[in-house]
């Protein structure tokens, strides 16, 4: 019934840029539905759709629809297994835009494995490849780590041969607002131990000093970031006061199989 809402949605042709929808037992019927209604949304770059259940036939039905200009998609922890990656990796293999690929956790054999690897000699773009936590045996994944790693380095030269872009002064514009937002709500809010304040305070340092610290990766990072952080909260000051000791940053949270 949801992914029948999603269809309905995508079907109205909205301009987005990227559509997350893990963690949700989409299911192989769901993904036929919004699949359906993907080639509507033609400026789509990035589709995470990890741990839904969408099994062979979901994957399928996905790998026949995948939009235009999409650079990454992610389908790890959906049990989609040989024939489902096959299918993935056919559509990867003409798929000028696409880059990013996350197969990881699918019951993968060397039979599905060896499509990627065709897959990634037939599709240069095709430079990051996750597919940790199948059942491929060590030849077939050196294999596999060869050829994406080739891509990479071709990927790499073509961007040195391209000249340098000049950071947009909007965007310079639009971070140093954002972290004055962020700078506001901190000075305004509680820090008393145990209150909704305080973990907005804790959430907002978080992001701010993610910022700061991780600036090119907040401007490339794609999907969903997730960080960890440890805070240090000082009572000597008054009011007390908040500091990030440490800040780790991933981008995907691992399936349950892990």
Not at 44 to 72: C, D, K, M, W
Not at 108 to 114: K, V
Not at 139 to 156: D, K, P, Q, Y
Not at 188 to 205: I, N, R, Y
């Amino acid at each position: 019934e949801g992914a029948q809402e999603v269809a309905s949605f995508l079907a109205t042709g909205p301009c987005l840029p990227a559509l997350g929808l893990q963690h949700n037992n989409i299911g192989s019927s769901g993904a036929a539905a919004f699949s359906a209604a993907l080639s509507q949304v033609r400026r789509l770059r990035e589709l995470l759709v990890y741990s839904n259940n969408l099994g062979s036939n979901g994957a399928i039905a996905l790998a026949a629809a995948l939009p235009p200009q999409l650079t990454a998609l992610d389908v790890g922890s959906n049990g989609i297994g040989d024939k489902g990656v096959e299918a993935v990796a056919r559509a990867a293999a003409v798929h000028e835009h696409l880059a990013e690929l996350h197969v990881d956790y699918n019951g993968i054999h060397d039979s599905g494995a060896a499509a990627l690897v065709e897959a990634a000699r037939s599709n240069s773009s095709l430079a990051s490849l996750w597919f940790a936590g199948n059942c491929i045996s060590p030849a077939m994944s050196s294999a596999l780590e060869g050829v994406v790693a080739s891509n990479l380095g071709m990927a790499r030269q073509r961007e040195q041969e391209c000249p340098m872009l000049e950071i947009n002064s909007d965007e310079t514009e639009e971070s140093t607002t954002d972290l004055s937002a962020i700078e506001s709500i901190l000075a305004s809010a509680s820090v008393t131990h145990g209150c909704c304040e305080f973990a907005d305070a804790v959430a907002m340092l978080s992001i701010r000093e993610y910022f700061i610290r991780c600036r090119s990766h907040a401007r490339a990072a794609r999907g969903q970031v997730v960080l960890a952080t440890i805070v240090v909260r000082d009572e000597s000051e008054t009011p007390p006061s908040l500091m990030v000791a440490s800040l780790g940053v991933g981008t995907k949270f691992m399936p349950h199989e892990a």
